[in-house]
Nanobody, 117 residues
Framework: QVLLVESGGGLVQAGGSLRLSCAAS????????MGWYRQAPGNQREMVAT???????NYSPSAKGRFSISRDNAKNTLYLQMNNLKPEDTAVYYC???????????WGQGTQVTVSS
C-alpha cells in the first residue's frame, strides 16, 4: 500500500554534506509521521530525525545542529540535509512512514552513506 524509495546516499569526506530524499507513494494517510533512521554494522537501527505532516520535528542528539529534516507534502517527498558529516555518521539510512490512523509503518530499502576521515 505504501512504497518508499530513498536516494542521495554516497561517499563523502568528513566535513562534507549530503542530501537524502525519500519519495513516497500509495495511501499515506492524512496524519502521518515520516522519519529517517540509520543502522551501522553491528548496531541497532536508531532514529535520526522525524517530522509530522504539520512539520513538527524531532532530532537525535547526534543530528541536532547538523542535520535538517523537511518534507514536501505536495510531492510526497521527505528530505534530510546532512552537513558537517563525521565518520560516525556512516550507516545505511532508511526512510520510515508511520500512518497514525492505521497504526502501521513502512520502511524504504535504505541508502548507504559513507563518510571518510
Amino acid at each position: 500500500q505504501v512504497l518508499l524509495v530513498e536516494s542521495g546516499g554516497g561517499l563523502v569526506q568528513a566535513g562534507g554534506s549530503l542530501r537524502l530524499s525519500c519519495a513516497a507513494s500509495g495511501r499515506l494517510g492524512s496524519r502521518n509521521v515520516m522519519g529517517w533512521y540509520r543502522q551501522a554494522p553491528g548496531n541497532q537501527r536508531e532514529m535520526v530525525a522525524t517530522i509530522t505532516n504539520d512539520d513538527r520535528t524531532n532530532y537525535s542528539p547526534s543530528a541536532k545542529g547538523r542535520f535538517s529534516i523537511s518534507r514536501d507534502n505536495a510531492k510526497n517527498t521527505l528530505y534530510l540535509q546532512m552537513n558537517n558529516l563525521k565518520p560516525e555518521d556512516t550507516a545505511v539510512y532508511y526512510c520510515n512512514l508511520e500512518r497514525l490512523a492505521w497504526g502501521d509503518n513502512y520502511w524504504g530499502q535504505g541508502t548507504q552513506v559513507t563518510v571518510s576521515s
